[in-house]
C-alpha cells in the first residue's frame, strides 16, 4: 500500500532540523557528489522529464570536457520550489527522502539527522512506499542500480525495436526520462491539496519491454502492482498511514535475485576423449595418385590457393524485441567461432565473420559477402550459423525466427548470382526441438515437417535432426562444432565432405543423445582440398 504522509510527523520530531536543508547547504552538496550521483538526484527529484533530460544532457556534455561542472543543478532545483507564485512547501522533506534513497548517508549526517531514523521513516528500499518521491521513479532507480551494462546494451537494443533510439545514452536514468519524454512512460502529477493524482500512470510498454528481456520479468511484476495501486486510488488521503515497524511489504524488485541459468554438465570426460580419439587410421599418403582417381566425380577445385568464402554468423548475445521474447545468451559460442576460423582459414578458405545481428542485419551481412567477397575463381561458398534454433528456423541476436528456407532462396537468388552453379554448404549449430510452451504466444509460422532441399548443389549439415537439441559447453564450445572442425583437419585431404559428415554423425552420437543430420542436392562429391 502506498503512503502519502507529506504533513505527519514521526513522534520524536527528528524533522527539527529540516532547515540546516537550505540553499547554502544545497550549493555545498553538489559540489560534493560525482556526475552520476548528480544524475540519480536530478532523476528523483525533477518534475518534468524534458527539463531534467535536457539539463542533465549538457551536465553529461559539460562534466566530459571540465574538471568542474557549474551548473547549479541542485542550487536551481531548491530555487524553483520557493517560487513565491508556487512555492513547494514540501521540498526540503523531498530532499532529504532523494539523499536517502540514493544513499548518502554522510551528507544526512552532516545536516544533522539520525540516518536510522530517517531510513525507518522513508523506507528507501520498500519501493510500494511513497513519501514525497514519485513511487515510479523509486522503482525505476532501484532498476538502474541493478542494470548491469551487458542488460543496459540489451534494454538500448530492445528500445530500439520500437523505434526508440536511446544509442547516446549510457546512463539508465537518462534513458528513463527520455522514454518519459516520449511518452512511452507516462507518470501522473500528485496534487499534494487534493491528494490526487492529475492522470492515471502508463508503464504498459516498458513492463512488456521487460517482461520479454530475460532477469528483468520481475521489474515488469514490480512496475505493474506499483501502477495498479496508484491507478486504482483516486485519493491518496483514503489509504491508511502504514506502521513502518511492523510492516513487512516486501518489494518484488528487492527479493529479485538472478539465478545463473543452467548449462549442459558432463561434457569434460567427452571433451578429452574428443582430444584423444583417433577417428580412424589416416589414408596412406604415398596412394596419394589413386585418391585423385577417386576424384573424377569431384566439383572441381579452380584455386587451391583459394577454396572459397567461409561466411561465419555467431549468436551469442541475445536481446529482446517488440515481437519477441529474449533467448538466452549463448557462452561458449566465440570458441566454436575460433575453432571454425582457424580450421576453414588453413584451408584456404577466405573466412567473414560477425556476431550477434538481429534479423535484418543477417540478411545484410550474407548479401554483403556474397557481393563483395565472392570471386569468379571460387570453388565453395560456405554459411555457418551458430544460435539458438527450433525445427526449420534459426534464431537471430533479436530473439526473432528466420526460417532456413529464406536463407536457402537468397543463396539460390538474382543477388546472389555469383553463386550459381557453386557448391554450397550450410552449417547450422542450432537445435531442432519444438519451441517450449511459454513462448508460443510469439506469432511466428513453424513449419510442420522436415526443411526439404528444393535448389541444386546444396549440403546442409544440422547440429540437431528434428526433436533433438544441441549440445553446448560454456568452457569448450558445442560438440558438433568441435567434432566437426576436428575432423575435417584430420580428413580434409582424402575424403569428400559428405563422408566427413557421416563420420561427425558417428562421433557425437557416441558421446551424446544428440544427432545430427544432413541433407544433400549436390550431384558430385565435394572436396575442400
Not at 122 to 140: F, M, S, T
Amino acid at each position: 500500500m502506498l503512503w502519502s504522509n507529506a504533513e505527519t510527523q514521526p513522534p520524536d520530531n527528528f524533522f527539527k532540523n529540516i532547515n540546516s536543508i537550505n540553499l547554502d547547504a544545497i550549493s555545498e552538496i553538489q559540489n560534493e557528489v560525482e556526475p552520476y550521483d548528480m544524475i540519480s538526484l536530478v532523476f528523483l527529484l525533477y518534475d518534468t522529464p524534458d527539463t531534467a533530460l535536457q539539463k542533465l544532457i549538457c551536465y553529461e556534455r559539460i562534466s566530459r570536457d571540465v574538471d568542474k561542472n557549474n551548473m547549479n543543478l541542485l542550487y536551481d532545483w531548491a530555487v524553483y520550489m520557493q517560487n513565491p507564485h508556487n512555492p513547494r512547501t514540501t521540498w526540503k522533506y523531498k530532499f532529504l527522502e532523494a539523499l536517502t534513497i540514493c544513499r548518502f548517508y554522510n551528507i544526512i549526517r552532516k545536516l544533522g539527522f539520525d540516518v536510522s531514523k530517517v531510513k525507518k521513516h522513508y523506507l528507501p528500499e520498500n519501493v510500494h512506499v511513497k513519501v514525497y518521491i514519485d513511487p515510479i521513479k523509486k522503482a525505476l532507480y532501484k532498476i538502474c542500480e541493478k542494470m548491469t551494462f551487458e542488460y543496459l546494451l540489451k534494454f538500448k537494443r530492445t528500445l530500439n525495436s520500437y523505434k526508440i533510439d536511446v544509442s547516446e545514452h549510457n546512463n539508465c536514468e537518462i534513458i528513463f526520462l527520455e522514454l518519459m519524454s516520449k511518452k512511452f512512460i507516462k507518470l501522473g502529477q500528485y496534487d499534494n491539496d487534493t491528494k490526487k493524482y492529475s492522470n492515471h500512470y502508463d508503464i504498459e510498454d516498458l513492463a512488456r519491454v521487460f517482461q520479454n528481456i530475460s532477469h528483468f520479468k520481475e521489474h515488469a511484476k514490480l512496475l505493474r502492482e506499483i501502477q495498479d495501486q496508484i491507478n486504482c486510488s483516486s485519493s491518496l488521503d483514503h489509504l491508511e498511514p502504514m506502521n513502518t515497524e511492523s510492516t513487512k511489504h516486501k518489494s518484488s524488485l528487492n527479493s529479485y535475485n538472478i539465478q545463473g541459468e543452467k548449462h549442459t554438465e558432463g561434457f569434460d570426460d567427452i571433451f578429452q576423449q574428443l582430444n584423444r580419439l583417433h577417428f580412424e587410421d589416416e589414408p596412406i599418403r604415398s596412394l596419394k595418385s589413386d585418391t585423385n582417381k577417386l576424384r573424377t566425380d569431384a566439383y572441381p577445385l579452380k584455386n587451391r590457393n583459394r577454396i572459397g568464402v567461409c561466411c561465419i554468423i555467431n549468436q551469442e548475445v541475445f536481446h529482446s524485441s517488440k515481437d519477441s521474447i529474449q533467448q538466452s545468451d549463448r557462452l561458449g559460442s566465440t570458441l566454436d567461432l575460433i575453432a571454425l576460423d582457424e580450421t576453414m582459414t588453413a584451408l584456404k578458405f577466405d573466412v567473414k565473420s560477425k556476431s550477434n545481428l538481429n534479423n535484418k542485419e543477417v540478411f545484410q551481412f550474407i548479401k554483403k559477402v556474397i557481393t563483395e567477397y565472392v570471386h569468379t575463381d571460387d570453388s565453395v561458398f560456405m554459411l555457418c550459423i551458430m544460435s539458438h534454433g527450433v525445427r526449420g528456423h534459426v534464431y537471430a541476436a533479436d530473439s526473432t525466427k528466420i526460417k532456413v528456407d529464406n536463407i536457402l532462396s537468397l543463396l539460390d537468388s538474382d543477388e546472389a548470382s555469383k553463386l550459381r552453379g557453386m557448391p554450397k554448404v550450410l552449417i547450422l549449430q542450432t537445435c531442432q526441438d519444438q519451441p517450449e510452451p511459454e513462448i508460443k504466444s510469439i506469432k511466428v509460422d513453424a513449419p510442420k515437417s522436415e526443411l526439404y532441399l528444393k535448389k541444386l548443389h546444396f549440403l546442409i549439415f544440422w547440429a540437431a535432426a528434428p526433436e533433438y537439441k544441441a549440445y553446448r559447453y560454456e568452457d569448450k564450445g558445442s560438440i558438433f562444432i568441435q567434432c566437426l572442425c576436428g575432423l575435417i583437419k584430420k580428413r580434409a585431404e582424402y575424403e569428400h565432405l559428405s563422408d566427413i559428415f557421416t563420420k561427425v554423425i558417428k562421433v557425437v552420437t557416441m558421446f551424446y543423445p544428440q544427432v545430427p543430420i544432413s541433407k544433400s542436392t549436390l550431384n558430385k562429391k565435394l572436396y575442400l582440398k
